[in-house]
């Protein structure tokens, strides 16, 4: 059977009957690989049937497998082999799939499809049921935890933790604002406000009553009843338990997330962006929610509720769309819904009061040392004003 | 009649598996994670070629979409577990501990069951999908089994402070392999409950000396006593080097195919070695490659203009610095698991392999092929609960 013009070369054959390998001969034919048994038997191997097994770390070794048959295995050492069958077979690249993508896409379509309703739905309504009977000293400490979080991340230097601003005179104007506002009975804990040494234009609510704001916004503020509007959309937030929620609701949908994209170092960007969008999108009634609660509170202070939508309208023109603080609000629609909302809120024939007079206003806006002794002014990180973050 | 020993050689090297190892990170990160299906099983065919009983290669022939599948199975069912289940624990933990480290361990304790459930279904599907010689490994179903020994056994540990490790290393193998087939032949662990305990006992002599220098310098408070801890943290080392090497022979060597039997004679120096070089290496990699990336900061710094610098051009670049800051962290995190795999992974394995040795297997023609272990999800649950294995 050993054709003259052909060279036969040997090789080792597996194939998936016992644990033995076959040594055979093999020979290049133009139209296919013919592989000679030590029975005198043949086994014909079309070019274009042939495929190489990827990845071998022996590089002197060619493994060669044959479509259509899984097991069998031509384990082929010889160099000048190697080259003519890289010459004759075109195909020994190509992937044969067993599993079939229609299924893929129908599992994918399943994964998709429950992960929505899970973050979408079901845990959104758990998150409101649990976040309505978690007790209030549950509510603290998880608001504890997520304020010392902050105040790390914040903090660029790395040392600890954004400073808390404890100027005396200026916490005790901060304390009289609330007062006046007085919202002690919609409450069912006491109301805790910090101010962060940070330049940042934000404030939010945190679980358990916490009202954290930014030396940015106070300094960003042009009158104290600006600096109210905000306070009262934030104890708001705490009267609906705003972050309570949030925050269940981002543990329980964060998990999910991470289960999704793996740990692996693409999986974090993928889980953070997906986390932030899902986080811009849901908080829309709550927040209208909390501007009635201070149209509301403002009223009864005597304060003009148009502070709240003066105070939205002078940042979006002071600093355009650009600027990270508005961006969020000149993108979503309900920013001029939010200002009219205000605006109508205001009773015409009303002589509204200031919250604080002039040397307590000054006192609160020194409340970090004053602006000469601020510790960083650099641009505004993009933040979203009047959410918590997570 | 066939030698009656086969001698494990070993062809993996250190350049290919780096650069494989870099490739598919790279794609991984650049598809957001999707990638790694086809990163993991590439590299297994990568180590599994590598090794070669009888000059044969293994073959690992597990397919990608296989495995994306089993994941995608996975998500639906864990996606439901996790989020449900972690928000009723942190809402739990917060009502009834008001404190958040419950959550976390509770979380992690509602999911342990689950996570040796994986294993041992990862480990099943893995050897389903190795074959040498074209023979198929197997495993048999037996996951939950595994999964409440797994929890006895591992209480048992922490009760112990540690010290029954040995034994519940012996008595999980025992469970894996004697459920472990190569084709028709299923494997024997032998060995009985004391195997293992000789195996720890420099890490036992290295806790007692440091115990014994603790309670001197607790009772006589002579500084003299710190000295000990320079003989036994070194030795602590060694001893753990000495255990896994002295353990993979002991349990080996008590491993049965039917006739066939294993020797290994693996070295507890090389072991430090390989950590020591690799360590080495890559902090000289990494330091070098800081050097660089320092240097080509500060010449960018260097032909700015600072006199008439714009503000909006600082805006800018302040902007531009963060995805490139990204970047960058990204890559190091690539650099170092491509390294890890050349300079460590693949030498370890390296090591066992070449001194192992098969021996009694003038009867392996014997042994025929075994059915194919259809798998619906893969190693999906390993890999959504991240807990498969490394490669």
Redesign the interface.
């Known amino acids: 059977m050993t054709g003259q013009d052909v060279n036969w070369v040997f090789a080792?054959l597996?194939?998936?009957?016992?644990?033995?390998?076959t040594r055979v001969q093999i020979a290049c034919y133009p139209e296919a690989l013919i592989i000679g048994m030590p029975d005198g038997a043949q086994i014909t191997w079309g070019w274009n049937t042939l495929r190489r097994?990827?990845?071998?770390?022996?590089?002197r070794?060619m493994?060669l497998s044959h479509q259509g048959d899984?097991?069998?295995?031509l384990?082929l050492a010889d160099q000048e082999m190697q080259k003519v069958v890289t010459r004759n077979a075109k195909s020994l690249g190509k992937r044969d799939?067993?599993?079939p993508?229609s299924?893929?896409l129908l599992?994918?379509g399943?994964?998709v499809a429950?992960?929505a309703v899970?973050?979408f739905l079901?845990?959104p309504l758990?998150?409101t049921q649990?976040a309505e009977?978690?007790?209030p000293?549950?509510?603290?400490?998880?608001g504890d935890?997520t304020f010392e979080q902050i105040r790390v991340a914040l903090d660029e230097t790395g040392l600890g933790g954004v400073r808390i601003c404890e100027d005396p005179a200026g916490t005790d104007a901060m304390q009289a604002m609330y007062t006046r506002l007085n919202p002690d009975a919609d409450l069912p804990y006491e109301v805790k406000i910090h101010i962060l040494d940070h330049p940042m234009v934000n404030a939010f609510a945190l679980p358990g009553g916490r009202l954290v704001f930014f030396r940015g916004l106070l300094e960003e503020a042009e009158n104290p009843d600006e600096v109210a509007a905000v306070l009262a959309h934030e104890i708001g937030h705490v009267v609906y338990r705003d972050p309570t929620r949030d925050a269940?609701?981002s543990?329980?949908?964060l998990?999910?997330l991470?289960?999704?994209?793996?740990?692996?170092?693409?999986?974090t960007?993928?889980l953070f962006i997906a986390n932030q969008l899902i986080n811009a999108s849901y908080s829309q009634a709550a927040e209208a929610r909390a501007d009635d609660y201070a149209h509301d509170l403002l009223a009864q202070a005597n304060i003009s509720p148009e502070a709240l939508g003066t105070f939205f309208e002078r940042l979006h023109e002071e600093h355009g769309d650009a600027e990270g603080i508005v961006a969020h609000f000149a993108s979503h629609p309900q920013m001029t819904d939010r200002i009219s909302a205000a605006q109508d809120a205001v009773d015409p024939t009303r002589d509204y009061d200031t919250i604080l007079d002039a040397q307590s206003w000054r006192d609160l806006q020194t409340v970090c040392g004053g602006r000469e002794t601020s510790s960083s002014d650099g641009?505004a990180p993009s933040k979203k004003p009047w959410q918590k973050p997570d | 009649m066939p030698p009656s020993t086969l001698k494990i050689s070993y062809?993996?090297?250190k350049g290919?598996?780096f650069w494989?190892a870099l490739r598919t990170g790279i794609l991984?990160?650049?598809?957001?994670?999707f990638y790694?299906f086809w990163a993991k099983t590439?590299?297994r065919?990568?180590?599994w070629?590598?090794i070669?009983p009888g000059g044969?290669?293994l073959?690992y022939?597990g397919?990608p979409?296989?495995k994306?599948?089993g994941f995608?199975?996975a998500?639906?069912f864990?996606?439901?577990y996790?989020?449900?289940v972690?928000?009723?624990l942190?809402?739990f933990s917060?009502?009834?501990l008001?404190?958040?480290f419950a959550?976390y361990g509770l979380?992690f304790l509602g999911l342990t069951p689950i996570i040796f459930f994986a294993q041992y279904r990862a480990r099943r599907y893995i050897l389903a999908r190795t074959?040498?010689?074209?023979?198929r490994f197997g495993l048999e179903p037996g996951a939950w089994g595994y999964s409440w020994r797994s929890m006895v056994h591992w209480i048992a540990t922490l009760c112990t402070a540690g010290l029954t490790w040995p034994l519940t290393t012996l008595w999980l193998e025992k469970y894996r392999v004697s459920r472990t087939f190569?084709?028709d032949r299923r494997f024997v662990q032998g060995g009985s409950k004391g195997l293992l305990f000789g195996a720890m006992r420099h890490v036992y002599y290295a806790l007692g000396l440091s115990a014994a220098a603790t309670v001197m310098l607790a009772l006589y408070e002579n500084p003299a006593w710190v000295l000990v801890y320079l003989l036994s943290g070194p030795w602590l080392i060694y001893g753990w080097a000495y255990w896994r090497a002295e353990s993979f022979k002991r349990m080996t060597e008590a491993k049965q195919l039917g006739d066939m039997q294993f020797t290994a004679k693996p070295r507890p120096w090389r072991i430090i070695g390989i950590y020591a070089l690799g360590g080495l290496m890559m902090n000289i990699v990494l330091s070098g490659v800081f050097l660089v990336a320092f240097m080509a900061l500060g010449l960018a710094v260097g032909t700015t203009d600072l006199e008439n610098i714009n503000l909006d051009d600082m805006?800018m670049a302040?902007t531009a610095l963060v995805p490139v800051g990204?970047l960058i962290?990204?890559l190091f995190?690539?650099l170092t698991r491509a390294m890890t795999h050349a300079w460590i992974t693949l030498p370890l394995a390296q090591h066992f392999a070449e001194v192992t040795e098969v021996v009694n297997t003038q009867n392996?023609?014997?042994?025929?092929?075994r059915d194919r272990d259809e798998f619906a999800e893969a190693e999906g649950f390993a890999?959504?609960?991240?807990v498969g294995a490394a490669i």
């Open positions: 080792d597996a194939r998936g009957e016992r644990a033995h390998l097994v990827r990845d071998q770390a022996d590089r070794l493994v899984p097991l069998t295995r384990y799939h067993a599993t993508l299924k893929v599992w994918a399943g994964a429950s992960v899970i973050i079901l845990v758990m998150a649990l009977i978690l007790p000293e549950g509510e603290k400490a998880l935890t269940l609701r543990a329980g949908s998990g999910v991470g289960l999704l994209f793996g740990d692996f170092a693409g999986g960007v993928a641009p | 062809a993996g090297e290919p598996v494989l991984t990160v650049l598809t957001l994670g790694r590439r590299l065919r990568y180590y070629s590598a070669r044969a290669p073959e022939v397919d979409l296989e994306l599948l995608l199975v998500v639906v864990m996606a439901f996790i989020g449900v972690n928000l009723i942190m809402y917060f009502a009834l008001n404190a958040n959550a979380s074959r040498w010689r074209g023979i190569y084709g805006d302040a990204v962290y990204f995190i690539i392996i023609a014997q042994i025929v092929q890999e959504a609960l991240d």
